[in-house]
T-cell receptor, first 114, second 112 residues
Framework: ETGVTQTPRHLVMGMTNKKSLKCEQH?????MYWYKQSAKKPLELMFV???????ENNSVPSRFSPECPNSSHLFLHLHTLQPEDSALYLC?????????????FGPGTRLTVL | GENVEQHPSTLSVQEGDSAVIKCTYS??????FPWYKQELGKRPQLIID?????GEKKDQRIAVTLNKTAKHFSLHITETQPEDSAVYFC???????????FGRGTSLIVHP
């Protein structure tokens, strides 16, 4: 499969559960990102990775824990989430880490926290 | 840092009309301006972008214009069709920033 893929596409979890979101890019890119997209809110950048190193954490609560084992894979580990964390979580990648590099988005994981 | 303002937040047009979405940015160093389209339940996808060495770029029914002096850029869609209905995001970026900064999005509704 080409482009950026994400699994699962939909996830329902209780506040005490632990789950992980997975992102994979097949574009040979060096940078990967997690965004949160809530209804009627702008895209919120959560984490930025370049060559498997985290370069930015946008004041994200510790109940979200990212992991980037290699430049093609990115995970978001979730634990003790709150209902307000329900949102669409988008992964993206770009060739390099620069504001002039096009971002390519995955299809997203629709997360519902009960 | 960069600040991108996007207007309007909602735009409703009749099929066949033109639609214009405007964005302003604050950082004069920005030189890359992409536009993304996000259909309901789908991912944001790049539809057109412009770099600061050009003032206008066209691709069939869509065009983007850039005014670097005024720090604003616009997306123009002509002969709109119902399948153009989506949320459109603008963004602005420079080589000195990690990523482009996104606008808040415009929900375009094209009525048949």
């Amino acid at each position: 499969e080409t482009g950026v893929t994400q699994t699962p596409r939909h996830l329902v979890m209780g506040m005490t559960n632990k789950k992980s979101l997975k992102c994979e890019q097949h574009l040979g890119h060096n940078a990967m990102y997690w965004y949160k997209q809530s209804a009627k809110k702008p895209l919120e950048l959560m984490f930025v990775y370049s060559l498997e190193e985290r370069v930015e954490n946008n004041s994200v609560p510790s109940r979200f824990s990212p992991e980037c084992p290699n430049s093609s894979h990115l995970f978001l580990h979730l634990h003790t989430l709150q209902p307000e964390d329900s949102a669409l979580y988008l992964c993206a990648s770009s060739r390099g880490l620069a504001g002039t590099d096009t971002q390519y988005f995955g299809p997203g994981t629709r997360l519902t926290v009960l | 840092g960069e600040n991108v303002e996007q207007h309007p937040s909602t735009l409703s047009v009749q099929e066949g009309d033109s639609a214009v979405i405007k964005c302003t940015y604050s950082d004069s160093a920005s030189n890359y301006f992409p536009w993304y389209k996000q259909e309901l339940g789908k991912r944001p996808q790049l539809i057109i972008d412009i770099r600061s060495n050009v003032g206008e770029k066209k691709d069939q029914r869509i065009a983007v214009t850039l005014n670097k002096t005024a720090k604003h850029f616009s997306l123009h869609i002509t002969e709109t069709q119902p399948e153009d209905s989506a949320v459109y995001f603008c963004a602005a970026g420079s080589g000195g920033s990690y990523i482009p900064t996104f606008g808040r999005g415009t929900s375009l509704i094209v009525h048949p």
